[in-house]
């Protein structure tokens, strides 16, 4: 069984410990998802909406309870947590706003026949499995839209966001989805795996690692269910050398900080033109070491502790790997000596393609700084790596940023911006960032039947 646990970030010491599901549940909740299906997916459009808008509601009027929760569950610091619950509640509306709309029936031309019209219809349950870096956000990209079409959920969270998902779901069923439309299971990596092999369900997303997203496709194809993954990120920045240098590497700086850099599309390669690396990498490394590391609940702390322990040690560990390799460290890097997760935030330089930080995913506050010659050197290092999330481009002449950006081997590219996500954008990379999309009408249009109604005279 997964170890389902409050452990507090900030503390290093176990608040709660959470009941697993027994093994003679699956069942139940399979076939309780399964018989839901049918009341849920003929509920009005606009009914569901309204509960969408109720949920929203929810969170805008908890936001403050609901960001204390996962500060002290994986450590956001405060206001960045407020902020998440905000982002949920937004994406929540969005749907219940735009749904309804987005559910109508398209006339096709009819090309010979009385009529060819395309339905969007849901297909059934689903199963979720959820990262912790974004508890709140996350889960409402994949759920809001698929209530909203009417398939229902089955919602398996990170094992250390137990206490965030039961308040998600008493959320949800107080605003009026029915229960069985939408179960929080406390499952192992077994159990999940069961519930996707299972007939009943027609299809899983997921958000988290490449090792957990190939398990999960593996499983899915060899069952023929539709799967949407969400995985790592590598996302290069690119400052051209228009750029107001300065100020964009105060901004990256900060960027690369929030969520204690635990953000699958953070900034985490940071391109610059290598006459101007030095002073660049000197204002990263100012803002760095002036960021105040501590307590989440303290509004005044701009860094908090990474989720956990290991997760911090994971991260320390990359950092002296690409010293050894031969990598210059100019600040940070340590874990700190106190409780709780902590480390100093490190910037590198000096990442070559033998070294394992150059194609790696660095989950953590690690900025790892380029210097180039050329934009085109500049494309063909942001693009020389294995993922495709996000990456953006930094300069005043906006369409040469528009020509770099759209060069990019991305999902997303954006200009003078970096990972901005709202309810009505499309969200998802290639490569081994994953496939398919989340958010906007794209979120809608992943799990459904998209069917043809086609009639003719007799």
Not at 238 to 255: F, K, P, S
Not at 312 to 325: C, F, K, L, T
Not at 435 to 456: A, D, K, Q
């Amino acid at each position: 069984m997964a170890g389902y646990t409050t452990t507090n970030p900030t503390t290093g010491r176990t608040d709660k410990e959470f009941t697993t599901l027994d093994s003679a549940e699956v069942e139940r909740v399979l076939s309780r998802s399964r018989t839901a299906f049918t009341e849920w997916s003929t509920t009005a459009a606009q009914e569901r909406a309204a509960i969408l808008e109720r949920v929203a509601d929810a969170y805008e009027d908890r936001s403050r309870e609901l960001g204390e929760l996962i500060a002290v569950e994986m450590g956001k610091p405060l206001q960045q947590a407020i902020g998440e619950a905000e982002l949920a509640a937004s994406i929540y509306r969005w749907y219940a706003t735009h749904g309804p709309e987005l559910l109508q029936p398209e006339q096709l031309d009819p090309q010979g026949a009385q009529e060819s019209l395309v339905q969007t219809a849901p297909i059934g349950p689903l199963v979720g499995v959820m990262p912790w870096n974004y508890p709140y956000y996350q889960v409402a990209r994949f759920v809001a839209p698929n209530l909203m079409v009417g398939n229902t959920i089955i919602l398996k969270h990170a094992e250390i966001c137990a206490g965030s998902s039961e308040i998600m779901a008493q959320i949800l069923h107080e605003a009026g989805v029915p229960r069985d439309a939408y179960a929080n299971v406390f499952a192992s990596h077994d159990q999940i795996a069961d519930m996707i092999a299972d007939p009943r369900v027609r299809g899983v997303s997921l958000t988290g690692s490449e090792k957990a997203g190939a398990a999960v496709a593996e499983n899915a194809s060899k069952h023929l269910k539709k799967s949407v993954l969400e995985l790592g990120g590598s996302d290069p920045l690119i400052v051209l050398d228009d750029a107001e240098l300065d100020e964009v590497a105060r901004t990256v700086a900060t960027a690369r900080l929030s969520n204690a850099g635990q953000a699958c599309n953070s900034p985490k390669r940071i391109i610059v033109p290598a006459a101007h690396l030095e002073a660049f990498v000197a204002r990263v490394v100012e803002t760095f070491e002036e960021a105040t590391i501590g307590d989440p609940l303290d509004e005044d702390v701009d860094v908090g502790p990474l989720s956990s322990i290991g997760a911090r040690d994971g991260v320390v560990e990359q950092v002296e790997r690409a010293v050894q390799q031969g990598a210059s460290l100019h600040t940070g890097g340590q874990a700190l000596d106190r409780d709780g997760a902590f480390m100093q935030p490190a910037v590198l330089t000096g990442i070559t393609p033998d070294m394992d930080a150059y194609g790696e995913e660095i989950f953590g506050p690690v900025a790892v700084l380029h210097g180039v010659d050329s934009v085109d050197e500049a494309v063909e290092l942001a693009n020389d790596v294995d993922f495709g999330l996000s990456g953006s481009v930094w300069g005043t002449d906006l369409e040469r940023a528009q020509e770099v950006a759209d060069r990019l081997d991305v999902g997303m590219a954006y200009i003078n911006e970096h990972g901005t996500t709202l309810a009505g954008l499309p969200f998802g990379g290639v490569k081994r960032s994953g496939f398919g999309r989340e958010l906007g009408r794209w979120g809608m249009g992943e799990f459904v039947n998209v069917r043809l109604r086609r009639t003719s005279t007799a």
